[in-house]
């Protein structure tokens, strides 16, 4: 089993290898990067002007390159969305093999405050971890600490550290 | 309540909304079901117990509001939300009035929708928490038994209930071991305030300057070894009852605080300034014969009567003979327990020296009887030589005294108690004729 981390239209200003690396340390699992291109085009909603994060999933899913040994995920740095909700950080299946991140609202510049990179790259590597968490069947954790704790607002995401809690080590050991 | 208890129904005519809330709170755990409309989420619930539902407001067929009007029939405790789109928010408002928890406008902030739930799981759990407490108290402040059947003891259960629904001052006046704190417990139990402490203060067992300061607590430095600030009865019984036994012992300055605490219902703590308030209900007990204290100057007058507003007298033992064998039956079960001894029963002859004798320590005393028996008796049943000795070589019917009237008084009590307080039978038995004998009743206030 090993994990792809999948980029596609993604902030520049994260470090890769740094990503890949810290990712490894949390799942004990190979982390292998690749570029790819998507049709973006057909998960556009021209009224929100976001991404419906779904159907980038669905994208990934029926491309036919996913496959038992491996969990994937997109990283992105465009807006997604779900239809009944006004934003995602990002999107996972429940105990299968894709997900997808966005940055889009992790960098400090979309509230209006100046560049952090070393925030953003902390901020994207605890919602990739999160939603790679989840196709490992993990569900959101009480404990605000937790990198499965659910988080609708950036500070959440910065509260967590980027790794399980006890817990949640313990679901995700036993697998 | 663990997430997984947790049911949510989703309920949107719109494929996409159902999955994206569906996908949302399986993230969380929680147990989720989805339906296109009124009539399937209808099924749904018939099937299962949900928690939480998510509303459209519209939809073909059923609309929303049908729909919550329908869901609230089935099961109250639902906390529905009504999802709209911002042209409709008037409608959520409607859907509001009629008992939805809160609404939200398509497209939901995340946040929004985290923060709904969470309070809904919090106010669930504070619920469960308060019914589980609820529940706690009441079994931890189960009354014991009040036990008889004569129709004294009846007229006793009767004022109980009475007075326990109001906030009245009571006054219950019997002899030593006729169970007047049982009594002022129950009154308790079944008031408005049984969530709150009975605290009990028996003014007997303490000098004048300790009962002063347990009533009315201490600040610090207000006496040599008051270290620190301390609470008195009064405060810790705010809310729920305090009950004061032996009233009459009480000191006569201690008898003017308690009359001020009782007009105003505010006092201060011993060498403090600040005026307490307090909200309690004021119990008594007494075996003593205030009225003679009032005369003879030893109880004031303004006290007696500021306590003296609903009496319930407990007749002794003697005077309700009929409820011995239920007693006895009460006290063997009860102490069989307790000592895991398998004595179920008594022999006749033993109940019938039971049935002889006066009583003086009332249904304490008997209760003490029955533990000594069960003690040094042997299974299957209390015999006559496991009783104590004093009820053996005085289990005759003796009378009270030597006055006439006192026989008179207490033979027509046996009869009645013999006649099951029939008029006419034990009118007959008497040689009198009824109007006689309800006058008798009425003299020697038999019942």
Redesign the interface.
Known sequence: MHIEILGARYNKYINIDNLCKNVSNVFGLEVKFKKIVLDFGLAFDPH?LQYYS?KLLELIINSGNLNNDRKSIILTDLDL????????FG??E?NGKAAIASSHRLHNEYYGLPRNDELLQSRIEKEIIHELG?TFGL??CSDNFCVMH?S??VEDIDLKYSDFCKECRKIYNSL | MD?KNFGILIVDD?Q??R???Y??F????FRVETAENGADALRKLQKSSFDIAFVDIRMPGMDGLELQRRIKEIDKSISIII?TAFASVESAVRALKEGAYDYVT??????E??HIVSNIINQKKLMLENIQLKQKIEDLSQVEEIVGESPQIKKVFELILTVAKTDTTVLIRGESGTGKELVAKAIHANSSRKYFPIIPVNCGALNDNLLESELFGHERGAFTGAQYRRKGKFEMADGGTIFFDEIGNVSEKLQVDLLRVLETKQFTRLGGEQLINVDVRIICATNRDLEQAVKEGKFREDLYYRLNVFTIFLPPLRERKSDIPILVEHFIKKYSQVMSKPIMKIDPDALDVLMRYDWPGNVRELANAIERAMVIGKPPAIKKEDLPFQLLSNGVDKPLSDSLEEIERAHILKILNQCDWNITRSAEILGIDRATLYNKINKYKLR
């Open positions: 929100r779904t969305f779900v239809p009944i909700l006004t934003y995602v999107e996972a429940l989840h569900i959101h659910s609708s607002y | 997430n719109e996409i909304v999955e994206s809330l996908r949302w399986i993230e969380d755990g999802i398509k497209p939901i902030d995340p946040d929708l985290s």
